[in-house]
T-cell receptor
Framework: GAGVSQSPSNKVTEKGKDVELRCDPI?????LYWYRQSLGQGLEFLIY????????KSGLPSDRFSAERTGGSVSTLTIQRTQQEDSAVYLC???????????FGQGTRLTVV | AQRVTQPEKLLSVFKGAPVELKCNYS??????LFWYVQYSRQRLQLLLR??SRESIKGFTADLNKGETSFHLKKPFAQEEDSAMYYC?????????????FGAGTQVVVTP
């Protein structure tokens, strides 16, 4: 593909439901990031995958959040038992290697009602 | 731990005036510094990185290791420079190069 692709673009869910957000990185990129962008806030780091290393999960706000990256490519961010404070734009980015330019997807706007 | 600080949440400047966005970082080592920009309704994208020493869209940024700063400057702001700007750092030891962002500075250029 031409760039990082995220799906869905928009997701409205009821409080308490689980959601899955998908990220297709640029082919060959070994690093993959998830960030959260809330209204009026900056970019909050969530999780970072680098090659076959153990992911850095230090930014996940609670144990309701988890992410995996299968086969070193597609990544899924899962939020269980969603809360209203989870409403935000979730951004995925990938880079060719560590310390290289990160390319961002268009984001998934999650609204919890 | 690595940290990036952007002290200004909003910068409002007139067209043709100089603009400077401040960025200070905390990192013990040799980090790589970036500026990313997000125009309205567009994806976040790289503006410039310190190792390239380029001037992109008239913007420059110099890494000052003594002051641990990476301020972004443009001598004559244009209306199309209105956007959200993020300073970011990638370290060599923390998480193998995890990209850490500052809180961002919203730039508004008025005619």
């Amino acid at each position: 593909g031409a760039g990082v692709s995220q799906s869905p673009s928009n997701k409205v869910t009821e409080k308490g439901k689980d959601v899955e957000l998908r990220c297709d990185p640029i082919s060959g990129h070994t690093a993959l990031y998830w960030y959260r962008q809330s209204l009026g806030q900056g970019l909050e780091f969530l999780i970072y995958f680098q090659g076959n290393s153990a992911p850095d999960k230090s930014g996940l706000p609670s144990d309701r959040f988890s992410a995996e990256r299968t086969g070193g490519s597609v990544s899924t961010l899962t939020i269980q038992r969603t809360q209203q404070e989870d409403s935000a734009v979730y951004l995925c980015a990938s880079s060719l290697r560590r310390q290289a330019e990160a390319f961002f997807g268009q984001g998934t706007r999650l609204t919890v009602v | 731990a690595q940290r990036v600080t952007q002290p200004e949440k909003l910068l409002s400047v007139f067209k043709g005036a100089p603009v400077e966005l401040k960025c200070n970082y905390s990192y013990s080592g040799s980090p790589e510094l970036f500026w990313y920009v997000q125009y309205s309704r567009q994806r976040l994208q790289l503006l410039l990185r310190h190792i390239s020493r380029e001037s992109i869209k008239g913007f420059t940024a110099d890494l000052n290791k003594g002051e641990t700063s990476f301020h972004l400057k443009k001598p004559f702001a244009q209306e199309e420079d209105s956007a959200m700007y993020y300073c970011a750092l990638s370290g060599q030891t923390d998480s193998w190069g995890k990209l850490q962002f500052g809180a961002g500075t919203q730039v508004v250029v008025t005619p």
